[in-house]
């Protein structure tokens, strides 16, 4: 089975230009591609995932990938899947998240002499002279067709700024200069960007009489129709200060059961072979697939050690162990308590638990909330920095775990 196969089996493949150049391309190893990332955080989320897992499989079969950070068009914003206008970022924060992805992206892909290289679209379109950009590539483009992407129709409500029209004519610029001056003969993306994916192959084309791929990547929905990788309190980020291994793990261990199979084919690296197997398992192996899942996913982006930990304390606090060593955990300050002690609600709050002391009080009203595996009747219930000091695990759900400590 080539590399385009087992991607097609593992249900990656959304959309492509030209199948039988792709399939051939990419299972000889002679695709230098590329995947665009805009840097707008401090850290890569799941969204990101499945894409730089594609990358990781590309490469072990012998293709080259371009990690392309969008410096400059991280500008503008891409419209895509929006609603609404992203917020404009500064060169100092577009650049700090810029190094931020760069070391995340090691962990996946080996970067060096002729393996996978990283540029910044910063270096060229930053340098662009408006009239030049404009007389180079704008006879190339139909606003009328442009007008019908699916990435402008859903902001043509709300109203789409002339900022970001200029989008994917930016996007189309980028892959027709690595095409130019690294050779760069595909790109990938999520499905949402194959009106933006497409402009590139066409400027290509017209430009230079030349053939240029793209193929989009499925995305990652639950069996809801949503975008997986959010959780009450956001994204599920990839940098362990914001979410942490524990947490990581745990988003993956409670997937629901219709998604398991679809994530592990997507997501993980274990052989196809297994995977069959794990597909016929008796339906009482599904907290099994959870486990799998999670601990392979979890060891992909932090690491082995982390992973059994993880796995080792869901294990522990399942079974009645409130062993609170390796768990989400908030630290509370001798200040906090200056005014008065504070209520369970309070405590919540400042543990990230619930958005505010309303929906905390709900939760506590409906049954839903344990401290020491002792359930909560009365919101008002309050503790001291002397009760911090000796620690203690709240339990919101089935699911969450939460160490208070001082």
Not at 108 to 133: P, Q, R, S, T
Not at 172 to 177: E, I, N, R, V
Not at 290 to 300: D, F, N, P, S, V
Not at 380 to 395: C, M, P, Q, R, W
């Amino acid at each position: 089975m080539g590399i385009y196969e087992e991607l097609q089996e593992r249900g990656l493949i959304a959309q492509v230009t030209d199948e039988a150049e792709i399939r051939e391309l990419i299972n000889r190893g002679g695709a230098k591609f590329y995947i665009g990332f805009d840097p707008t955080a401090d850290s890569l989320h799941v969204g990101h995932f499945m894409a730089l897992c594609l990358m990781k499989r590309l490469q072990m079969a012998g293709n080259r990938p371009v990690v392309l950070i969008g410096g400059g068009t991280g500008y503008i914003g891409d419209p895509s899947g929006r609603s609404d206008m992203r917020g404009m970022l500064t060169p100092e924060t577009i650049e700090h998240n810029c190094q931020c992805f760069k070391k995340q992206m090691e962990r996946f892909i080996e970067f060096g002499e002729g393996k996978a290289i990283m540029l910044n679209n910063a270096d060229w379109l930053l340098k662009l002279n408006y009239i030049d950009f404009m007389r180079e590539v704008g006879p190339h483009f139909s606003v009328n067709n442009m007008l019908r992407a699916e990435c402008y129709k859903q902001r043509m409500e709300k109203g789409l700024s002339f900022l970001e029209f200029n989008y994917m004519l930016m996007q189309a610029y980028d892959f027709y200069y690595m095409h130019e001056n690294y050779g760069v003969n595909m790109e990938f993306g999520g499905d949402d960007q194959w009106s933006n994916m497409l402009a590139g192959t066409e400027l290509i084309r017209k430009k230079k009489g030349e053939d240029a791929y793209a193929m989009t990547i499925t995305l990652l929905l639950n069996s809801e129709g949503k975008k997986m990788g959010k959780t009450a309190k956001g994204a599920v980020w990839l940098d362990p200060e914001k979410t942490t291994p524990f947490d990581f793990y745990q988003y993956w261990r409670n997937v629901d059961d219709a998604d398991v199979m679809k994530c592990i084919k997507m997501l993980t690296f274990l052989p196809m072979e297994q995977i069959r197997e794990m597909e016929n398992w008796d339906a009482s192996r599904i907290n099994e697939k959870k486990q799998i899942l999670a601990r392979e996913l979890t060891e992909l982006v932090h690491g082995k050690e982390e992973a059994e930990k993880a796995e080792a304390t869901a294990k522990s606090l399942f079974s009645g162990n409130m062993d609170a060593e390796h768990m989400p955990s908030t630290t509370l300050a001798e200040s906090d308590f200056a005014e008065k002690p504070l209520t369970i609600l309070d405590v919540m709050v400042k543990a990230g638990l619930a958005t505010s002391k309303g929906e905390a009080r709900r939760l506590v009203q409906q049954g839903g909330v344990s401290v020491d595996d002792q359930k909560i009747v009365d919101p008002n219930l309050t503790y001291t920095f002397e009760d911090a000091k000796k620690g203690f695990v709240i339990k919101k759900g089935k699911k969450v775990f939460h160490a208070i400590k001082a």
